[in-house]
């Protein structure tokens, strides 16, 4: 497991971190890296963001499990990309095959640099005259995508904090010292679409994800920053 952090300093384009605090949120984070409580399957690397900056906030923790074959290649050309440019790259996956003035009307007139990049990476073809995105098996490495939301106390807010999350984790979770006692907090979590991890528990495990990935842009993101970030080690 590699950890990145604001401790390190990453020249990469979109990637920058909250310094975090020492308190008992921080401790109850150093424990859980310290469990080893998420299974790696063989072949993959494990990458850790801790408090990256995101527009929805700044996640406590971003565990991203990818693939080392499927990055392994990669060409040079990929470590140029542009956060706007895994965004086209999303739309297209998402979208479907796109003609050029299509392109122009969501990206404007900077669209066409942006193919330019991405096709160099290996990442779209054309067909037809229409732009499309390869397929997933060769340009998504990452198998899980998981957010870890920490909270001592006021677990209503790690919840919607954990719920943000889901739009780019293929797995979100709340960590808690504890499950309070008459609470709400499981039912909650799940009417939510996110998991509850309790430090006083007798079930510790990263289970399979709920949601497939890439779930958005910032997938791609978190995807490319876990490559770079090992490509730069």
């Known amino acids: 497991m590699f950890v990145i ?3 390190l300093s990453s020249k990469t ?3 920058s971190f909250r310094k975090g ?3 008992p949120e921080q401790e109850l984070l150093d424990w ?3 469990q080893k409580l998420i299974s790696i399957p063989r072949g993959h690397n494990v990458s850790i963001f801790r408090e990256p900056r995101l527009p929805s906030g700044f996640p406590d923790l971003v565990i991203v499990v990818w693939n080392v074959s499927v990055a392994r290649q990669w060409t040079t050309e990929r470590a140029a990309l542009t956060p706007s440019d895994l965004r086209l790259m999303h739309f297209l996956g998402s979208e479907g095959p796109k003609d ?3 392109l122009r009307v969501v990206f404007s007139a900077a669209v066409d640099r942006q193919l330019d990049r991405l096709g160099e990476a290996a990442m779209v073809r054309t067909t037809k005259g229409r732009w499309q995105a390869r397929s997933l098996r060769t340009t998504f490495a990452a198998s899980h995508i998981i957010a870890i939301e920490a909270k001592i106390s006021e677990w209503r807010a790690a919840l919607e904090q954990a719920h943000l999350n889901t739009w780019f984790a293929s797995d979100s979770c709340v960590l808690v010292p504890r499950v309070p006692r ?3 907090l499981l039912r909650d979590a799940g ?3 996110v998991r509850v991890l309790a ?3 007798d079930s510790w495990e990263i289970q399979d994800p709920i949601r497939s990935a890439p779930r958005s842009y910032v997938s791609w993101l978190f995807n490319d920053w876990a490559w770079r970030a090992a490509f730069a080690q």
């Open 5 to 7: 952090d604001a401790h």
């Open 13 to 15: 384009p979109g990637l």
């Open 21 to 23: 605090k020492a308190g």
């Open 32 to 34: 859980f890296l310290q």
């Open 100 to 102: 050029i003035e299509e």
């Open 182 to 184: 008459n609470s709400e």
């Open 191 to 193: 009417e939510l679409g």
């Open 199 to 201: 430090r006083e528990s």
